[in-house]
């Protein structure tokens, strides 16, 4: 059964979860805030948001139920809130790989999902972070929202009661690995077209091929085809 619970204010959601996740049949378990203090985003970094103006947002998933290797998990997770939000603003959104929502070349979601024992449940943690109603980012900023991308006032809450609603459903009906693969890439941003990326701290010209079931971006560069892991290349924009 699921639930969403809700904060007034945080750290970090993916940090609160366990305190709601009690019982053995817990499952499908999500917390959210509108005001997000120490927010965390892949690898260490940092997700920043203004109080009010954008969602936190993380859902418990026990891994017992999910089927597909952990990199098809990710994948998964990225498209269906691609998904949702490409349903709800009619735009075209992206996946910048690994797992990064783009919308008219702005980053809107950032998503972190970690692997957690709670009271002898393993369990797949998805923290997403939503820019929903921000409109300033710092000029050097790749960010944007959802306001500053469509111009529309979306209400946040919801927002949130519909994605909610919307990651259980897809959550429980995971189709194949193959086709989880196949979507990926046929949403990923700047698949197949020249892009700039810096790679030892040098700037080269690449095209991004297609991402494997292992995780790696395949990039097309001088030197030729090149795998990559998250960190290893980064991608200019």
């Not at 499952?27 to 120490?38: G, L, P």
């Not at 017992?64 to 498209?79: E, K, P």
């Not at 979601?109 to 692997?115: A, D, P, S």
């Not at 946040?156 to 429980?172: A, C």
Request: aromatic content about 12%; proline content about 1%; hydrophobic content about 40%.
């Amino acid at each position: 059964m699921s639930q969403l619970f809700y904060l007034k204010e945080c750290s970090s959601t993916n940090d609160e979860i366990s305190k709601f996740l009690l019982y053995d049949h817990s499952d499908f378990i999500s917390v959210h805030t509108y005001n997000q203090t120490q927010g965390r985003g892949q690898y260490g970094n940092t997700w920043a948001a203004t109080a009010g103006k954008n969602l936190a947002y993380t859902l418990a998933v026990k891994i017992q139920n999910i089927l597909v290797s952990d990199f098809m998990f990710n994948y998964y997770t990225a498209i269906i809130i691609r998904d949702f939000l490409a349903n709800l603003t009619e735009n075209k959104v992206e996946i910048k790989w690994p797992n990064d929502i783009i919308l008219k070349n702005k980053k809107i979601v950032g998503i972190l999902i970690e692997k957690k024992k709670i009271n002898q449940n393993n369990y797949f943690i998805i923290g997403a972070g939503f820019n929903i109603l921000q409109e300033k980012f710092d000029e050097i900023s790749n960010a944007g929202s959802l306001l500053t991308q469509t111009g529309k006032h979306f209400d946040i809450n919801q927002f949130t009661l519909n994605l909610h609603d919307f990651l259980v459903e897809k959550l429980q009906n995971i189709p194949s690995e193959q086709e989880i693969l196949n979507q990926f890439n046929s949403y990923l941003f700047r698949k197949d077209q020249i892009s700039v990326f810096e790679l030892n701290q040098k700037r080269q010209n690449g095209i991004i091929r297609h991402a494997d079931e292992k995780g790696e971006l395949w990039i097309e560069l001088e030197s030729g085809l090149q795998s990559f892991y998250h960190k290893e290349i980064k991608l200019l924009y």
